[in-house]
């Protein structure tokens, strides 16, 4: 049994630092880069991607809302062509940069609200991920399993990889807990490696009420800008090894 470990970096901005990037590097196999929309800047995309690529961490591309001030979690009704275009810039400054280190960017994932409002809406999730493969069309879309990003990337025969989180909480429906919720962000290192191995296991998100959802689970992410980041991803991954998990990219699926 194999499984990805990936996390939202590259996230500070100037003088402003958010997470321990180098450490998390040192752990995970997958690394999403913000794109200088909702978090980051060129500075900080150049060093992140660089620290990547030298440790052989999968690049991909961290779209999200344009509000920095907010970090990209809040929610914002936009025109789906000006979002569609959003995308396409943060993309292509992904890959630009990718170029200009020698880097491949290997997959996509949305960030933060956009995130979580295309887990809701599937013709949303649809324009994303189209405007997404319109600037990189070898893309792998890393999409929250059981969702309606998951229904999305199947139905255009996109290539996708499905994702749970080691310190987020689920709903029912396979949506994350709101972050205003109590317990909607896991802070115990320990409990999150433990849920992680029982839910690859059973390849089902399992959610607050204790009801299981079967679902294809290709990667782990551990969120970068909480204090405990680097602790969680690494017992994410010490447990999962310790129970015979292999850690290591994700390639994709197409069914």
């Not at 170029?99 to 609200?113: D, E, P, S, Y």
Request: aromatic share 4%.
């Amino acid at each position: 049994m194999r499984v990805d470990l990936n996390a939202d970096m590259g996230e500070s901005f100037g003088p402003w630092k958010m997470g321990d990037d180098a450490a998390l590097l040192e752990t995970v196999t997958s690394a999403n880069i913000a794109c200088g929309a909702h978090a980051g800047d060129p500075d900080v995309m150049a060093t992140t991607m660089g620290i990547a690529l030298d440790k052989g961490v999968g690049i991909g591309s961290h779209p999200g809302f344009a509000d920095i001030q907010g970090f990209g979690r809040r929610r914002i009704d936009m025109p789906l062509n000006s979002l569609q275009n959003s995308i396409r810039c943060q993309v292509g400054a992904t890959l630009g940069m990718a170029n200009a280190l020698g880097a491949k960017v290997r997959h996509i994932k949305l960030h933060g609200a956009l995130g979580n409002m295309t887990s809701e809406d599937e013709m949303m999730a649809r324009a994303c991920y189209e405007a997404a493969l319109s600037a990189h069309p070898d893309a792998i879309i890393m999409v929250l399993a059981a969702t309606a990003q998951e229904r999305a990337a199947r139905s255009m025969g996109a290539r996708f990889a499905c994702e749970i989180f080691a310190d987020r909480a689920y709903n029912d429906d396979a949506t994350l807990v709101d972050r205003r919720q109590p317990g909607a962000v896991i802070h115990d290192a320990d409990l999150a490696g433990k849920r992680m191995v029982e839910m690859v296991k059973s390849q089902a998100i399992i959610t607050d009420s204790g009801k299981r959802i079967e679902t294809p689970i290709d990667t782990i992410c551990c969120h970068g800008d909480t204090p405990e980041a680097v602790e969680i991803a690494a017992s994410v991954r010490r447990t999962l090894e310790g129970e015979g998990i292999v850690v290591q990219a994700f390639e994709g699926r197409t069914a």
